[in-house]
């Protein structure tokens, strides 16, 4: 399994040290947004599982994750709950559907393009549980410590079957989306979000 420096070097840019300071004052929002985060990766998995019936490891893999996945969104539930934190509506960040420009429409290319948007994501994830361990202490700081190694494997079970899917060598398309989510985790955001840039100055 990838290690946490590993998956870190993987990705083109650390997070900015400004949404880092900025984390502390918006817990209670992050920890919504990351409950919405493990929900909507959950429904990534299980939505594909749906769509590519015939290909037997992508189904086992996808049935383990959208299971820790879902795990994850009670865990991130109890500490909410510990916390006092009320689970309301708010608005999802631009990342996600920023991440997902690009993707073909053609298969196999939809599939392995799909494949390494889920990988970077979770590369970014496990890299920002890692950074957020340095500003959240106590049981919250301990519980995204845990969450490393499995957003770590995550990160390369999606990357391993975007490597067998595709019918020729995807180093071009892994650093179009890393470029992707380095730009868009440096754009200022209006709302701190779990993926987001740093807030505006303004904001």
């Known amino acids: 399994m990838a290690s946490v420096p590993e998956v870190c070097a993987f990705l083109l840019t650390p997070t900015p040290d400004e949404w880092l300071a900025q984390a502390p004052a918006h817990r209670d929002t992050l ?42 969104f009670e ?33 196999p ?19 920002r ?17 845990r969450l490393l190694s499995s957003e770590a494997r995550h990160f390369q079970d999606y990357l391993r079957l975007a490597e067998r899917y595709a019918p020729e060598p995807i180093d071009d398309r892994v650093q179009r989306v890393l470029a992707l989510d380095a730009q868009l985790v440096h754009e200022p955001a209006q709302e701190l979000r779990f993926h987001s840039g740093p807030l505006c100055l303004d904001s």
């Open 75 to 107: 865990q991130v539930m109890k500490h909410m709950r510990r916390l006092g934190v009320a689970y309301v509506h708010i608005s999802p960040s631009s990342y996600a559907a920023g991440m997902r420009k690009g993707v073909s429409t053609n298969e």
């Open 129 to 145: 549980f890692y950074r957020l361990t340095e500003v959240f202490d106590g049981e919250l700081g301990e519980f995204y410590q």
């Open 109 to 127: 290319w939809r599939l392995v393009d799909t494949l390494i948007v889920g990988a970077v994501v979770e590369a970014r994830s496990c890299e």
């Open 31 to 72: 920890l919504i947004d990351h409950a919405n985060c493990e929900k909507k990766a959950a429904g990534t998995a299980l939505s594909l599982l749906y769509r590519y019936v015939d290909r037997p490891e992508l189904l086992d893999m996808l049935s383990r994750l959208a299971r820790e996945e879902l795990l994850h």
